[in-house]
């Protein structure tokens, strides 16, 4: 009797039942040489990064970081320095980039960035103090913080949270919105979550044999088409075929 009752608490504890999602690993496209700490498709083939690049001065040599907007061919059409101002995670919401900075006094700060001048105009105080990557769905903008474990829906012309749910595994980081789902990255696990449902009740892992990063943090970036993602310490972005 006390083995069912355990087995009952946990399926309880685990929500709806998760179906794996089937996918395989497809091509790859190669980035500039730096440490990328988020990204977003800004439409058509435009890639927007934010980079801590290779100076070739050597590891740890350069703290520069840049917001370098682009094609997926190399040339890159706009870019501006950051240093100091922005720190981690970038969405794009048609007509301006969003990105997160690091507060001194131990919060964080969101900002919006005019897309055509890199231009920061506005900047928000968020919840929490480490968020890890944006995603925007058309109306909402969604931040993943890392050290809450949660993810945050915020109302971009206010900057206010609406609203907050629990992430999948411990430790968010990658989001990305593919106009019907989220998707979300959790290094602690090293899983990959599709969330959907009305209120993202459904979580499913995307099957380990096809995709697992445990303890490497994971950005993740959709296309239009496709579900990109980018490992720390990676220098190609990977896209990935769902089946």
Do not use: K
Not at 19 to 34: C, E, R
Not at 232 to 240: A, F
């Amino acid at each position: 009797m006390r083995r069912l009752t355990i087995a009952l608490l946990l399926l309880v504890a685990a929500g709806p039942a998760a179906a794996a999602v089937a996918a395989v690993l497809a091509d790859s496209l190669a980035l500039p040489p730096g440490r990328v700490t988020g990204l977003t498709w800004a439409g058509g083939d435009t890639l927007a990064l934010l980079i801590a690049p290779d100076d070739g001065a050597g590891a740890g040599a350069s703290s520069r970081l840049v917001l370098a907007v682009g094609d997926t061919a190399g040339t890159v059409y706009r870019q501006e320095d950051f240093t100091g101002i922005l720190a981690r995670g970038l969405a794009w919401d048609g007509t301006s980039f969003w990105s997160c900075g690091d507060d001194p006094g131990g919060g964080s700060v969101l900002y919006r960035i005019d897309a055509d001048t890199l231009r920061i105009t506005d900047a928000y105080p968020t919840t929490g103090h480490r968020p890890m990557d944006l995603a925007y769905d058309g109306r909402w903008l969604w931040l993943s913080d890392r050290d809450r474990a949660r993810i945050d829906r915020i109302d971009p012309a206010t900057g206010d949270v609406t609203r907050s749910l629990p992430a999948p595994g411990f430790s968010p980081v990658g989001l990305a919105w593919d106009g019907q789902s989220m998707w979300v990255t959790d290094p602690a696990t090293g899983r990959l979550f599709r969330l959907r449902g009305a209120r993202f009740e459904q979580q499913d892992p995307v099957a380990a044999s096809a995709w697992f990063q445990r303890g490497r943090e994971t950005l993740l970036a959709w296309d239009g088409r496709s579900l990109w993602l980018l490992t720390n310490g990676d220098s190609h972005l990977r896209r990935l075929g769902l089946e």
